[in-house]
């Protein structure tokens, strides 16, 4: 039996072995023309087995490279395009920094910290008096889903005053508009199923009702 473990390992997977045999098989052609000929039917094979590729800039110039890269930047052809450095190709990318500060509250988590330090290094103004009242009616969404049904304005001012050390001040007299008595919040993964504020299991008792009639 001729297993895939037992087989040369595939450079590129996204376009299989066959291609990785037919690139092989050109550069074992001795004619430069012929070799020229076929690899370009090679090219457009592997365009029509990754067509997604079209919607990317400069897609036929990644065919080639890519061709470069199953070939082992040794095949002897004349290409419309520079022959890539193995080490442009073959490079990792940069690592992403990730804060790995604690979060303060897991509640509302590190995005909401975020925008409180990048709102509270703004000039006092009517944008920023918004900013907050906005930033503080997602506060209290995400503290209803985590915690309880129930949380009045000043708490949420203080969590906003607190997480950014002070920085942040709440103007005197803001008030959140009331929360809608249909409102249903719901930890994610909780509820998904239904539609609209119908409470968790409405829908399946109902879908067990209509069983039983027919």
């Known amino acids: 039996m001729d297993y895939n473990t037992q087989r040369e390992k595939l450079i590129l997977p996204e376009y299989g072995r066959h291609v990785q045999k037919m690139i092989e098989q050109v550069k074992a052609i001795e004619d430069r ?6 690899i370009r039917a090679v090219v457009q094979v592997m365009g029509l087995l990754n067509p997604q590729m079209k919607e990317t800039a400069d897609w036929k110039q990644k065919l080639w490279d890519h061709m ?46 975020n925008m409180i330090d990048l709102i509270a290094g703004r000039e006092d103004d009517e944008a920023k008096t918004e900013m907050i009242r906005m930033l503080a009616l997602y506060m209290r969404q995400q503290y209803l889903i985590w915690n309880k049904d129930s949380v009045a304005d000043e708490t949420i001012f203080a969590d906003m005053e607190r997480l950014s050390g002070g920085r942040l001040k709440v103007p005197e007299g803001m008030q959140l508009k009331a929360i809608a008595n249909d409102a249903n919040f719901s930890r994610p993964g909780i509820g998904n199923q239904n539609s609209g504020n119908k409470p968790y299991g409405f829908n399946k008792k109902k879908n067990k009702k209509r069983k039983r009639i027919q």
């Open 68 to 113: 470069q890269m199953i070939a082992g930047f040794d095949i002897d052809i004349d290409s419309p395009y520079p022959v890539p450095e193995p080490k442009d190709l073959q490079s990792r990318p940069e690592a992403i920094p990730i804060d790995k500060t604690p979060v303060k509250a897991a509640c509302y988590g590190r995005n909401i910290e």
């Open 33 to 38: 023309d012929k070799r020229n000929e076929q």
